[in-house]
Every structure is written in C-alpha cells, then in structure tokens.
C-alpha cells in the first residue's frame, strides 16, 4: 500500500504543501504518514512514512531539523514536512542544503492546515489504492487468520475505528444452520448469515457505534466500539437481545447463540478477544442455551475449564459420576439424567417429575437409587457442588449428547465393564 509523490501532492488538503529540498527523492513511495511533536519520536516512524511537525518541540532551529533529517533518511523515511507560521517562521539554508545533499523530501505547509484532514485524507487514499472498501473483508481475514500488524490500524482508522475507545468482539453463531436453510428454502447459508449481520449491525449502528464483520469463517465475527464503559455489559446485551428478538422476528424458530468478549484497547488483542468470544459461543451450545447471549465475563467455572487440561477434566467427571456411567444399559442414562434434572429442579421431587414427566415416586426411587450407587448424601451441600461441576464438565466435554456423539456414547459402552456387581 503506497503512493507517488504527485499523487501526495495533488489533493486539495495538500495543495499547499511546497518541496524545498530533496526534490530528487520525490521518486521515492509513501507508505504512511505520522504527526509528531516529540524531542525523540524514532520508535514511531516507520519505513516510507512522511513525518509531519509543528516545530513546538524544536530548540535550535538549524541543528533540530538537520538532526531530524539525518535520522529521517536512515530510518528509510519519506520526507520531513514543517509548518509554518507559528513556531517556525523560516527554514535555515543549511537545512534545505542537506535535504538536496541527501535527496531526502523537505516541504512546508501552513500552520492553520489540520492536520487531522490530512491524515484521513492520505491514509483513505492509501486504502482506497490497495482496494478500497471492498478490502474491508480481507482485513477481517487478516486480522482473523494472521499475526498482528500495524498496518491493521490506519486500515481500520478508515472505516471509523477509534483508538481511544474500548472495543467488543462477538460472535454470532446459528444452531443447524444448513437444516434451517433448507428448512426456509433459503437461496444459500450465506443469504442467511449476511441477513442477520444486517439486523444486528442496524442495532449497533443506529445507536452510532462503529460495527465492522465478516462472513467469512462460518459464524458471524464482529467489531463493536464501547462508548459508556460503566455500563457496557448491560447495555451491549440489551443491543445484542433486541438484534436476537428481530433476528427471530425476520427468521421464525431459528435458533442462535451470540458470545461476546471482554473489553480490549489495542487492536494486537483482536485474536486473544476473538477466542473468548468463540469459546462464550461453545459454552451457550453446550449448555442448549439458544436464542440467548453470553459474555466471556459471565462464563464463571467454564473459563477454568479452557485453561485446564481435558484429560484432568474428564478424569474428575469419571471420579464423580462413573457409577451411573457404569449402570447405563445400552445407552439409557436415565439415572444420569434423573439427578442433573434433579440439581437442576433445586432438589425439589414434584418439579422434576413434572418436568421429566414421571411420577413422583418415580423419581423418589430413583434418587434413592442413586444415592446407593455413588454412596453420597444428596443433602450435603459440597457434595451436590461436585455433582453440579462433574455436570458442567460433561457439558464442556460433550457438548452434543445425543446419538451423534460418538466420543460419548463410546464412554457409556466402556464405563458398562466398571458396573459394579
């Protein structure tokens, strides 16, 4: 991404600009350009940049600006350009003879020029010459897929992004989306999923927030700004329920899960927010929790979970919960199931029966049952913790129980050799 020197020099936020010096370096391309008013700004100037100065932070004028040069031109800078007027009223000859002695770019341009116009101006233009807005996806790829470069930054400056703000990354994902495509006799998975980024880009953007996605890794993967930080976790989800409820309106019994991040400053983050929005999507799937949004913060255990090593996980499910694995019978799990609807209903016998529709002395008996064969006390309360994380681990673990999961059901047929005589 570049441009030539006529090209710098023929917009009107830099008709004013003057070379003064080094005019056989205007062969040179321009890569970027910066504004910097520091006594030591090298660490900010990158290859190819123009460096912009008001002159507040010069001393001596002759020896500053020959200084400036010289590093300028080892760093592989583009040129120097100095306003004039207010801090600089004149350019030492010496200074314009070194520019042409190294070739090196030296321009003026009045002080009253904003220097934020432009900025946006030459980076638009650079943007728009590596290929305008329709390079908005394949910056999403490469911040997606790729390591993190500061080249992401101008980009994203073009499309709105504001560095001085917080951002959100969230992630929309739709539960059997080819069966729902097929289902509403959809044109293709993409119709759907550009839709409902539409939905909930209108939710984000009518509130002025800058919403920046992609399509392209299955899931829908977004870019949100946060404007009022004290309550950003409310907010963000009252937007991400009102886009859920006209996303449900648009597209009948679909089914979604929608996870979000923590809050980030520095685009380099983007992947690490990225994964937990990711992961607050799996956990919404795990648990069957559709049509609902989830925020990484919210996650409680399950952030454990992902720092934790899965065969130390699965080893504590099996501890706690393998003599009901063992007294399975082809499949049936219906101890298994009696007892997390059990903790699930409060340990309340009536709700469970209803909601498992089975006689409540069904379910008694099988309470009882169960009780005999882990050999616990349902009335201990850290003893029903272990119980509630050995379910949450099966969740995390397997997060599609049903006839599908292989890995599940092979676990059922092996724990049968442990079932006790």
Not at 17 to 30: A, P, R, T
Not at 295 to 320: C, N, P, S, W
Not at 357 to 362: A, E, G, P
Request: proline content about 3%; glycine content about 6%.
């Amino acid at each position: 991404m570049h441009m030539r020197y006529e090209q710098f020099l023929g917009y009107p936020e830099t008709e004013q600009f003057q070379v003064i010096g080094g005019k056989k370096g205007c062969n040179c391309l321009i890569r970027g350009i910066v504004t910097i008013d520091i006594t030591d700004p090298w660490s900010f100037i990158n290859y190819g940049d123009i460096v912009l100065i008001s002159g507040i932070a010069i001393k001596d004028i002759q020896a500053d600006l020959c200084d400036m040069i010289k590093k300028l031109q080892e760093k592989g800078g583009a040129g120097l350009a100095i306003a004039m007027g207010r801090y600089i009223l004149g350019i030492p000859p010496e200074v314009i003879a070194l520019a042409d002695e190294l070739k090196f770019p030296l321009m003026i341009f009045p002080f009253a020029a904003k220097n934020s116009s432009i900025l946006t101006k030459i980076y638009h233009e650079l943007f728009l010459l590596e290929g305008g807005l329709n390079s908005k996806d394949k910056l999403m790829h490469d911040l997606i897929c790729n390591d993190y470069d500061p080249i992401y930054e101008n980009q994203m400056f073009i499309l709105g992004y504001n560095q001085k703000m917080k951002h959100i990354i969230i992630k929309i994902g739709v539960v059997e989306p080819e069966k729902y495509v097929a289902q509403m006799g959809l044109h293709s998975l993409r119709q759907l999923r550009t839709e409902l980024d539409d939905i909930f880009r209108v939710e984000f953007e009518k509130k002025r927030k800058f919403y920046i996605s992609s399509l392209e890794f299955g899931d829908i993967v977004a870019m949100v700004d946060v404007k009022d930080l004290a309550n950003w976790d409310a907010m963000l989800k009252r937007a991400l329920q009102r886009g859920l409820e006209a996303a449900q309106a648009r597209f009948p019994d679909i089914c979604l899960v929608v996870g979000g991040s923590n809050l980030f400053a520095d685009l380099h983050q983007f992947r690490e927010k990225l994964v937990e929005a990711e992961r607050s999507v799996d956990n919404l799937r795990g648990c069957q929790r559709y049509n609902a949004c989830r925020l990484y913060r919210d996650m409680g255990v399950y952030q454990m979970f992902y720092a934790a090593e899965k065969t130390q996980l699965f080893q504590l499910f099996v501890d706690i919960l393998g003599p009901l694995l063992a007294d399975n019978h082809e499949g049936d799990t219906v101890l298994l199931d009696t007892l997390e609807t059990y903790l699930n209903c409060n340990m309340m016998i009536g709700d469970t029966a209803e909601k498992m529709f089975f006689h409540r002395n069904t379910v008694k008996n099988r309470i009882q049952q169960i009780e005999q064969l882990l050999d616990g006390d349902l009335n201990d309360v850290n003893y029903c913790f272990n119980l509630r994380l050995a379910f949450k681990i099966k969740r995390f673990l397997f997060p599609e129980i049903g006839d599908d999961n292989v890995e599940y059901a092979n676990l059922l047929r092996y724990m049968q050799g442990f079932k006790k005589e």
